[in-house]
DNA sequence: TTATTATATCACGAAATCTCGATTTGTCAA
DNA sequence: TTGACAAATCGAGATTTCGTGATATAATAA
């Protein structure tokens, strides 16, 4: 995990409250997967455009927001036909909370 | 505590490292409060001089970094005479492990 | 008072980040 | 194959951050 780069993805209102909102996605987000009738298993994945419609940035900006989170290893994508579905990885997440109590 | 600003000030190799350097002074700085015959009760708090030294950037910019730390509660300052002794708050280091460990 | 030292503040150009609209790519349906 | 839609990438102007040298302030010493 490199903490520098975590830190600046965390930095932004709208990108810590994605990773927020991620936490409880379906107290968040819409139901998922809806166009598609093969069960998917997307584990609380939610897809661009309803991040995006929570945020209320330009496409752009989420996407890039997005690619962000994942750089700096808070999030995990998976693909799904059109739908690109984002969660957290939430074991960087917990290796960013050991960082702090022990290495910080 | 305000998280963003916490993200902000630690986004940066240079003042990440201050505070790193910090929770050890004794073994990372020289000596402090050396030409004071008054003791004084640093708390294990580190002059300006020294920090910059150990980081190894102007005296501006390592000002600049200490002010930007402590305004976002990581470090206290006191001052004794000419000197300015940095330390950690270790309170809201806790606080912000906290905040990774429940709120995120 | 004057000189010296420690630190803070100012002003600046360079580099990075922010956010957007436009365009491109990828995927599915007709 | 074409059209429609989701998402990624591109390009750009506005804002912020980076790091510096110069200057100002504050405290001590002579």
Request: charged letters at 25%; hydrophobic letters at 35%; a neutral charge.
């Amino acid at each position: 995990m490199d903490f520098i780069e975590v830190c600046k993805a965390l930095s932004n209102d709208t990108r810590l409250n994605i990773v927020k909102w991620l936490k409880n996605p379906t107290e968040n987000f819409p139901p998922q997967g809806g166009c598609l009738n093969e069960p998917v298993d997307l584990k609380g994945g939610v897809c661009v455009s309803s991040i995006r419609e929570k945020a209320g940035v330009s496409q752009s900006t989420v996407s890039n927001y997005l690619d962000m989170l994942q750089r700096s290893g808070l999030l995990l994508s998976e693909r799904h036909g059109k739908w690109t579905y984002y969660r957290r990885n939430e074991e960087v997440i917990k290796e960013l909370a050991e960082f702090i109590g022990k290495e910080l």
